[in-house]
């Protein structure tokens, strides 16, 4: 068993379900975050009342899975983000459980 975190802008969500259900992943969970970048221009236009928020709308995914099936999924988002010209790629990693009940 391993624990799958996927990570997105929010426009992505439509191919991000397509590609849990190419590799079978049918029991997932997403939330919707702010993604943020660090920049300079984000580090100068900090304050204690900012009038607008810094972080883009992203998701987070995540499931607890069995190996073959995030191989696939590991393929399919390597494939999409080649074929992508904005620089915000799917980002994803895989952490082992050591214990589940």
């Given at each position: ?5 996927l990570t997105?802008?929010?426009s ?16 997932f ?5 702010d ?17 607008t ?7 987070l995914?995540f499931?607890f899975?069995?190996?073959e ?15 992508q010209?904005?620089n ?6 895989v952490?082992?459980v050591?214990?589940?009940?």
């Open positions: 068993m391993k624990l799958m975190i997105s802008v929010s992505y969500e439509n191919e991000i379900l397509k590609l849990l259900k190419a590799a079978n992943i049918e029991a969970s997403s939330s919707e975050i993604g943020y970048k660090m920049s300079n221009q984000l580090i100068a236009t900090q304050s204690w009342f900012p009038m928020a810094g972080g883009s709308e992203s998701l995914f499931s899975t069995k190996t099936q995030l191989n696939k999924v590991i393929d399919l988002v390597k494939d999409f983000n080649s074929h010209a904005e915000n790629p799917i980002r994803l990693a952490l082992p050591e214990t589940y009940v």
